[in-house]
């Protein structure tokens, strides 16, 4: 995942973690960007720190990623045919 500047377009950061396809990426907050790979797996990372964590919870490939930062909630939906609702707050 590349964050770029706002104007120029050159690459700002690239964040590493994963090594499957990107499916979705939504920012969660201005230092933290959600990414859903082709697994169970959604990767949480911090822009300034790169660290990244991962939320398990899924039994197949996460479709889609969607944030609600005022909420601190994450919202994902998968082929294992759920809708999940992640607090960011407890995990």
């Given at each position: ?70 909420a601190n ?19």
């Open positions: 995942v590349r964050v770029g500047a706002d104007c120029d377009l050159t690459v700002a950061k690239q964040m590493v973690g994963h090594n499957d396809d990107v499916i979705d990426v939504a920012f969660c907050s201005p230092d933290t960007v959600a990414v859903c790979t082709n697994t169970d797996s959604l990767r949480l990372f911090n822009i300034d720190t790169r660290a990244c964590t991962l939320l398990h919870g899924h039994t197949d490939v996460i479709l889609c990623v969607d944030c609600a930062p005022g909630l994450i919202t994902t939906s998968s082929k294992d045919r759920t809708v999940r609702v992640w607090n960011t707050l407890s995990g």
